[in-house]
């Protein structure tokens, strides 16, 4: 019991060490020092080279087909988004977009235009799929945000509250038809701010986008427990392009964790066992 340190030998150095980890870790609490210690590397972690692991992936993919890379639409129609013109994302460079770059919990009243929605969700969209020959076996995608092994886990809705010609209402972002897929769910303005965590700003915006991550898909090709780390680490990279692209549009855009995650799943219907809700982008014209 003590070899396998599932006993700690009063006084010595590994008690200490535990009551410093306490100390440090106690705040917030048993879970997430079990996450944290649970998915670190250590000294004798073994890592494959890129070579063997795209070796080894499409070997699986002939008798494990990789997920799909995006939520299948079903039965709904999709709505087409208009194509977003550059002209706008060029007006200030990248360099001033990221010095310009605030959180504001503040919007106008005007509904948000849909060509600066469909301009947001670019960042969603995949970039030339069909330059990369691996993607029918493995799955790979790559986007405008980078995503552990390509594998980008994030899934988009958006929840129109104030968008012009798009009735208020829940959608899924489908990024290779870049269309907006109706789903059954619509809440009022009472509703909504519980579901954000109480932060009355909420009801004053255009639209928020929400934030998923389907787990099978890194999963598949990083079957360990310190890929989780990865798929907050996707939507930290997703949702500051989409800041850069509502700064460069002249919107009002804020991010924000502090979720019921239950009332999310509710209403995008959503199953927190493979599809966990992480957090939304809230969008909005400027005052």
């Known amino acids: 019991m003590i070899r396998y340190e599932v006993l700690v030998v009063k006084g010595s150095h590994r008690q200490q060490r535990e009551e410093e980890i306490l100390r440090d870790w106690g705040p917030w609490g048993t879970s ?4 944290h210690f649970g998915t670190r590397s250590l000294r004798e972690t ?15 993919a002939k008798v494990s087909p990789p997920p ?24 200030i460079g990248l360099g001033e977009a990221l010095s310009r770059r605030r959180s504001v919990r503040e919007f106008g009243e005007e509904p948000l235009r849909l060509r600066d929605l469909s301009a947001l969700l670019t960042a969603a969209r995949p970039t030339r799929p ?7 076996a493995t799955g790979n995608v790559f986007k405008t945000s980078p995503s552990g092994g390509a594998r980008h886990p994030t899934e988009v809705y958006v929840y129109a509250r104030n968008v ?36 009355q700003w909420t009801g004053n915006a255009g639209a928020l986008l929400i934030y998923t991550s389907v787990i099978e898909r890194n999963q598949w090709k990083y079957p360990v427990s310190r890929t989780y780390r990865v798929l907050l680490m996707d939507v930290g990279h997703l949702s500051q392009t989409v800041y850069l692209l509502a700064t460069a549009l002249g919107l009002n855009v804020t991010f924000t964790a502090a979720l019921r995650d239950e009332l999310v799943e509710d209403l ?12 939304m982008s809230v969008v909005g014209n400027r005052l």
């Open 268 to 279: 995008l219907g959503c199953d927190p066992a493979n599809e966990l809700v992480l957090g």
């Open 68 to 91: 799909s890379p995006v939520r299948p639409t079903g039965e709904h129609h999709t709505i087409a988004l208009p194509e977003p013109s550059p002209e706008p994302l060029n007006t």
């Open 130 to 136: 069909e330059t990369h020959p691996d993607i029918p």
């Open 164 to 199: 012009e010609d798009l009735a208020r209402g829940v959608y899924h972002y489908d990024g290779f038809r870049h269309g907006l897929t109706p789903l059954d769910g619509k809440i009022d303005d009472d509703q909504l701010i519980a579901l954000a965590g109480d932060q």
């Open 46 to 60: 073994e890592f494959t080279t890129s070579e063997t692991t795209a070796k080894t992936l499409l070997e699986k």
């Open 32 to 35: 997430a020092r079990a996450f």
